[in-house]
C-alpha cells in the first residue's frame, strides 16, 4: 500500500501564480511516473480544474466528500492525457468554514493509500483555508514574487508554518515571475532581498513566461508543451522535490541565451556566502 508525500503549496498574497505552481509540479511529477492527486482547497474560488482543463469532468468535488457522502477515491477525477496525474475539485458552492481541519486530514489519509504526491493547492492568505490546507502535509513550498509586498506576505507566512510545526527542513521556497531583463539591468529587488526576508531553502526559480499563460488559457499545463524551456524547469523543479540531486544551477543552462551574466549573477548573489 502507498502512502503518499503530501505537500501543501502556499502564499502570503494571491496573484503570485500559486496555482500554476501547484498544477505544472503535480504534472512534473506524473510524467516522471509518480501516481499524483492534486487537491483543490481553495473552497468557493476553484481554479486548479480549469488550469488542468478538467473542468468539464468534474462530477464530484471536495464538498461531496465532507457533506455527500461519497469517498474521496470517488471523488477524484484522473487527467484526461496524463492518467498518473488526478484531482480532487472543489467546490464554487461551499464556503471554507463548509471544511474543517479534521475533514481535511480524513481526505489526505485516504488518498495517501492510492498516491505517491499529494499537491494541495492552498488558498491564498491565512485564515481558515490555510489551517485546512497545511494541517496534514509534510512539506510546504511558499511561492512568492520578487515584490517587496509578495515577499512580506511570504515572511509572514513562513512563521505561521513554524507555529504548525513546521521546521526549516519541510519549508521550501520558490520565486516565480523573475524578470530575467530587469535582473539584468539590476531594477528587480535584490536576491539579497530574498534571501534574508526568507530564510528557507530555494526549491526553483521560475521566469516570467507568455507560454505560461497561453498555456494556463488553453488549459494544458505548460509542463506538457514538449520540450519548452520552462516546462524543464518545472521538471528540474520536480526532480528535486522527488530526491534527485538536481542543483538550481542546472536551470541557468536552459535560460543562458535569454538571461546572459544577469541571471548568473542572481544565483551567485543567493548562493554566495552560504
Do not use: W
Not at 105 to 123: A, G, Q, T, W
Amino acid at each position: 500500500m502507498k502512502k503518499s508525500k503530501v505537500i501543501v503549496v502556499t502564499s502570503g498574497k494571491g496573484g503570485v501564480g500559486k496555482t500554476t505552481i501547484s498544477a505544472n509540479i503535480g504534472t512534473s511529477l506524473a510524467l516522471l511516473g509518480y501516481d499524483v492527486c492534486l487537491i483543490d482547497a481553495d473552497i468557493g474560488l476553484k481554479n486548479l480544474d480549469l488550469v488542468l482543463g478538467l473542468e468539464n469532468r468534474i462530477v464530484y468535488t471536495i464538498l461531496d466528500v465532507v457533506k455527500g457522502g461519497k469517498s474521496p477515491l470517488e471523488a477524484v477525477v484522473k487527467h484526461k492525457q496524463l492518467k498518473k496525474l488526478n484531482l480532487l475539485a472543489s467546490s464554487q458552492i461551499a464556503n471554507k468554514d463548509m471544511i474543517s481541519p479534521e475533514d481535511m486530514k480524513m481526505i489526505i489519509n485516504e488518498l495517501s493509500k492510492h498516491f505517491d504526491y499529494i499537491i494541495v493547492d492552498s488558498p491564498a492568505g491565512i485564515e481558515r483555508g490555510f489551517k485546512n490546507a497545511v494541517v496534514a502535509a509534510q512539506h510546504a513550498i511558499v511561492v512568492t514574487t520578487p515584490e517587496l509586498t509578495a515577499i512580506s506576505d511570504a515572511d509572514r507566512v513562513i512563521g505561521l508554518l513554524e507555529n504548525e510545526k513546521y521546521d526549516e527542513d519541510s519549508i521550501s521556497l520558490i520565486v516565480n515571475r523573475v524578470k530575467l531583463h530587469m535582473v539584468n539591468r539590476n531594477e528587480m529587488l535584490s536576491p539579497e532581498d530574498i534571501r534574508s526576508g526568507l530564510a528557507v531553502e530555494l526549491l526553483g526559480i521560475v521566469p516570467d513566461s507568455e507560454e505560461i499563460i497561453i498555456a494556463t488559457n488553453k488549459g494544458i499545463p505548460v509542463t506538457m508543451e514538449d520540450e519548452s524551456k520552462i516546462s524543464k524547469i518545472f521538471m528540474n523543479i520536480a526532480k528535486r522535490i522527488s530526491g534527485e540531486e538536481n542543483p538550481i544551477e542546472n536551470d541557468l543552462a536552459l535560460l543562458k541565451e535569454s538571461s546572459k551574466t544577469g541571471f548568473k549573477g542572481f544565483l551567485q548573489k543567493i548562493f554566495g556566502g552560504r
